[in-house]
């Protein structure tokens, strides 16, 4: 009896709405992906991963990888007394294994832990100067491989009562320092880096971070029509329509990228006066700030990348970039919308 009263107190104990809200540096390679620290099984493995709002589900190198291109850390599923078996592809092209195991958001005293988490181990997939991904996009992406079908990483975790709320706030700083890029927060809003939330937005379909905007403004180039554009803080830059960049370019005065395989469709002298590009998202103006627009230095000198770029169809914007930025986003795969808010101290 006395044992019972022990873990129904112990019960009400860990009940208390305390549950965790981590937050992360992002660091970033020299390819200019975005990365974070994760660690998978017990004991822990660690890695660091490219982050990607267009995919969904955790991807890492396998140990049985063997080539030039694997990853200097690789998950050895041998070592972790946690980890299950799911599934194997062993097809040629594609060989990979689908496992289960915990996995830790972050690192200690900065973790996670977020138990029964399916992630799909890689034998064959090159994933830049990272040890994979965690793709923290919508769950019908398909993703690659299998597991884009799967639960978002941080549905998962509030079904299993880790979070509050399966929310991820993700900053940029506007001005990088030591690879230092900004901040992500797992489990609600950053308010520690993020203003209040001007607004949040529901997603116009939900296989991705979609909404819909209007009424773009830049200097004297206006377009009132009603747009689509995946908001995606991963990316780098902000992509539209041919037609409507190429004016915008001409406001600009950006040229086309003359070089082969340089980054940007197009160029700008690096100390350019920009407008600012200004658009409305359910009522309300936001805009990003004209210093934003401007990229790294091409190889010609003097020239720097205009973070504007042309989509190969008339399809969707996406607002990478220059508008995350510019604003705090705000992902509630819960309650199926994106919110933003400024950045402290503006
Ligand atoms: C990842 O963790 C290592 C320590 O193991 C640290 O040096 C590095 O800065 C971390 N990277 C990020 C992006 O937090
Ligand atoms: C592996 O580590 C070396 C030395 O730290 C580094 O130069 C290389 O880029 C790394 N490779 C990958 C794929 O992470
Ligand atoms: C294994 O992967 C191949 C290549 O992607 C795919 O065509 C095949 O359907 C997969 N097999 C299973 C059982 O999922
Ligand atoms: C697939 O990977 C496993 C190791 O994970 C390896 O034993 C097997 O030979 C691979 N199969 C193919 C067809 O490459
Ligand atoms: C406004 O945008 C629409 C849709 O992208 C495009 O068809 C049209 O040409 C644009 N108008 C101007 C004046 O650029």
Known sequence: MKLLWTLILLGLTSAAPTK???????????????????????????????????????????????????????????????????FQNTSRSNNYTIGQDIVNLGLSPNLLPIPNTIFEQDATFYYGLTDGLLGLGLQNLGGLGLIGNNLPILVNAYNQGVVDQPIFTIYLRKNIQNGDVGVITYGGVDSTNCGSVIAYQPLANYENYIIEFSGISYGSYANSSTYTTIVDSTYDGIVGPPSVIESMAKIAGATPNQIQGQKGDYQIECDKKLPSFTFTIGGKQYTVDSNQQIGAKTVIRYMCVWRFYKNVEDGFWIFGGPFAQSYCNIYDPGNKRVGFALPKGQ
């Not at 994760?38 to 969904?56: C, E, M, S």
């Not at 991807?59 to 980890?83: E, L, P």
């Open 20 to 86: 965790q809200i981590i937050q992360n540096t992002i660091g970033v390679t020299e390819y200019g992906d975005y990365i974070v620290n994760v660690t998978i099984g017990t004991p822990k493995q660690q890695f660091f991963v490219q982050l990607d709002i267009q995919n969904n589900g955790l991807f890492i190198q396998d140990k049985s990888c063997s080539g030039y291109f694997c990853s200097n850390h690789t998950f050895d599923s041998s070592k972790s007394s946690t980890y299950r078996f799911v």
